[in-house]
């Protein structure tokens, strides 16, 4: 903090001691010392409260550029699902002219039979997407046959019949 050389404090002391008296200079140079000491923790304390006030101050514009981060990817992700929710719209009302189309042309009424439904239009994401078709029942499966047919059996090792070196059986 000072710039006090040896020979400064040496001209200090021999003052303090004409001045103080050798009985009083103990008590005296422990005072200043604790005063000293008091004063250096003070400043260190300071330094530190300003230290944190600084990193604080980092964070806080850290935290603000995230959030506007944030929110431009969101605003981003916004304008994207608004440009794919246009075309998909239109593909979903081109599916239901078609579904209309179809159910009028593809269902002939026979007599006494009720009306057919009209066609259902597709789901948005998120719900049902079943389809309500009318198909014929499937055919009921066979019963299986009781007594399983024999599986055909490997020859056996010794039923070999041994291979000349030409490669016909003997």
Known sequence: MFDVSLTELMVIGVV?????GPERL?????????LLGRAQRYVNDVKS???????LDELRKFKNEMEDAAQGVQQSLN??????????QQFR????????AASGKAVPEAAGDS?????RSIAPPGQN????????????????????APAPSAPKADEAKPVSPSGTPT
């Open 16 to 20: 303090a001691l004409i001045v103080i």
């Open 26 to 34: 103990p008590k005296v140079a422990r005072t200043v010392g604790h």
């Open 49 to 55: 409260d300003i230290q944190r006030e600084i990193e």
């Open 79 to 88: 304008e994207t699902q608004a440009s794919l929710q246009q075309p998909v």
């Open 93 to 100: 009302a081109e599916l239901d002219e078609v579904a209309r």
């Open 115 to 119: 009306p057919a439904e009209p066609a």
């Open 129 to 148: 997407h079943s389809l309500d078709l009318d198909l014929p029942p499937l055919a009921e499966p066979e019963p299986a046959d009781p007594q399983p």
